[in-house]
Nanobody
Framework: QVRLVESGGGLVQAGGSLSLSCAAS????????MGWFRQAPGKERDFVAG????????DYAASVKGRFTISRDNVKNTVYLQMNSLKPEDTAVYYC?????????????????WGQGTQVTVSS
């Protein structure tokens, strides 16, 4: 079983930066693909970024590519999301999640464990 706890959300002005962390508990953290998703009010929970267990492969939603960077530390059992050049449309609750599927799935239904979420608000 994997338990996830996100942190690092907050309020920032457009153009600013935030760094999110997701601490995982569970012996096999290193073997899973990790993903970040976000959900704005009244909208679906959408894929933001993902990283394979080795950290060598990453994937990003088109809307965040070039602005966000996902990374992981398998010793600390933590995955990170560095968010730069933030825009008001990035405002959402951000969730980290775990998938046992091969590759980096973008479908949220392939992720079997979720954190509680952390709010990110970008003001214009």
């Amino acid at each position: 079983q994997v338990r996830l706890v996100e942190s690092g959300g907050g309020l920032v002005q457009a153009g600013g930066s935030l760094s999110l962390s997701c601490a995982a508990s569970g012996r096999t953290f290193y073997s899973y693909t990790m993903g970040w998703f976000r959900q704005a009010p009244g909208k679906e929970r959408d894929f933001v970024a993902g990283i394979m267990w080795s950290g060598g492969s990453t994937d990003y939603a088109a809307s965040v590519k070039g602005r966000f960077t996902i990374s992981r530390d398998n010793v600390k059992n933590t995955v990170y999301l560095q968010m730069n050049s933030l825009k008001p449309e990035d405002t959402a609750v951000y969730y980290c999640a775990v998938s046992a599927s091969g590759g980096i799935p973008t479908d949220r239904y392939t992720y079997f464990a979720w954190g509680q979420g952390t709010q990110v608000t970008v003001s214009s």
